[in-house]
């Protein structure tokens, strides 16, 4: 007792008319002209964006390979800077104190390090000065 349903038969398609065939042909040209469109918005934008890396890593490469290394001018000045001052703190220096009474106190003294300086310059503030100017000579 074997009871299975039974097998609807199948219906055979329907032949489509040739305004169906038409419609059917100018969508699939639609569809590969949206496809074509899509593939050269990507293949510009592609191009693009090689094009801009291309020129800002060659423009980086040029830089670096004529020595322009901003990274080697800034510890050049940073050198530069470090030298200029412990130069300067060597060299002689003059410092003017304004007391309270509007007396002038002009006196030079002759160092080698800026410690010096300040030292006397902390000493003389200590007695009342209301200004001290530093310059060097």
């Known amino acids: 007792m ?21 419609a059917r042909a100018l969508a699939r040209r639609h569809r590969d002209r949206m496809r074509l ?3 050269r918005i990507r293949r510009t934008v592609i ?3 090689t094009s801009v ?8 490469y040029v830089q670096l390979a004529t020595g322009h290394d901003p990274a080697l001018v800034a510890a050049a000045s940073r050198r530069t800077t470090l030298t200029a001052s412990t130069t300067s703190s ?5 410092t003017t104190t304004t007391t309270n009474s509007g007396e002038d ?3 030079t003294e002759t160092g080698t390090s ?15 000065a209301t ?7």
């Not at 074997?2 to 038409?22: C, D, G, W």
Request: no cysteine; hydrophobic share 25%.
């Open 90 to 94: 060597s060299t002689p220096t003059s």
């Open 37 to 39: 469109r899509t593939r």
């Open 53 to 60: 890396f291309i020129a800002a890593f060659s423009g980086i």
């Open 114 to 128: 800026s410690e010096e300086s300040s030292t006397a310059a902390s000493s003389e503030s200590s007695t009342g």
């Open 131 to 137: 200004a001290v100017t530093t310059s060097q000579s």
């Open 2 to 22: 074997n009871h299975q349903p039974p097998i609807p038969p199948v219906e055979p398609t329907p032949t489509p008319s040739a305004k169906q065939l038409e």
């Open 105 to 107: 106190d002009t006196s």
């Open 47 to 49: 191009a693009g964006a």
